[in-house]
């Protein structure tokens, strides 16, 4: 490995010494194999090995495989992955250079059979969005101001609520309380999973044309009428 690195890394090779060579040697031999991405600048060492133990143990990894994400795939897309990077499977005793499409059945072979062993246990995880709830504001009046959006040929209350109701669950009580404020006319934002508030945020008002721009006590790198999100 320590010969790839001195023959393809131009810099920061610090990232094998100091991170992917202390990883490796204090590995067990149920974290094997790891998948091994080598380019001029930068490496990345993700464990194939431990995704069992990530998969059974964690929601947000099962949620995340059921809405398409391994985990693993993503190293392997067009916008990480040059041409010019070297990719490697490392198992307890050999390492071997493969393709972009082998290290993909190398992803498959260790994710699949662990998404059907869990399957056989407790049955398909099938994805869900996340719940979003509306608090202080009635039907008529949400209404009222995702039409005023329309007459101004705008869509960004309606994109904001969309992007909240898109979101990926982490947590079987995930969900998003959007409470409208009406003496400011803006909402907070609660993002609530695992028993606990973790997010705060608020869609602000940004004012019409004809009624000026408003930053609404908020600041926006780039001013735009309409509706905002702002954390």
């Not at 380019?39 to 398409?68: K, V, W």
């Not at 609404?216 to 999100?229: R, T």
Request: aromatic share 14%.
């Amino acid at each position: 490995m320590a010969d790839v690195v001195e023959k393809k890394m131009t810099r920061f090779q610090t990232d094998f010494f100091d991170y992917d060579k202390p990883k490796i040697e204090a590995s067990e031999a149920s974290q094997f194999p790891y998948l091994w991405i080598v380019s001029e600048l930068h490496t990345y060492m993700p464990c194939l090995g431990g995704f069992e133990q990530d998969y059974f143990n964690n929601i947000r990894t099962r949620y995340a495989y059921a809405d398409g994400d391994d985990g693993f795939s993503s190293y392997l897309h067009h916008s990480l992955l040059k041409d010019t990077d070297l990719i490697f499977i490392i198992t307890e005793d050999n390492i071997w250079q493969a393709t972009p499409a082998q290290a993909k059945g190398a992803i498959k072979d260790y994710t699949v059979p662990v998404y059907e062993k869990w399957k056989a246990l407790y049955g398909e995880i099938v994805p869900k969005r996340v719940t979003v709830k509306f608090d202080l504001i009635g039907l008529s009046k949400l209404r009222e101001l995702i039409e005023d959006c329309h007459k101004h040929h705008d869509d960004s209350l309606m994109a904001i609520f969309r992007r909240f109701h898109n979101m990926r669950r982490v947590a079987d009580d995930h969900e998003v309380l959007i409470r409208y404020h009406s003496h400011s006319n803006e909402f907070a934002c609660i993002e609530h999973y695992d028993g606990e508030d973790h997010m705060i945020r608020h869609i602000i008002f940004h004012g019409w044309p004809e009624t000026g721009y408003l930053t609404n006590g908020s600041i926006q790198i780039e001013p735009k009428y309409g509706w905002a999100s702002h954390t």
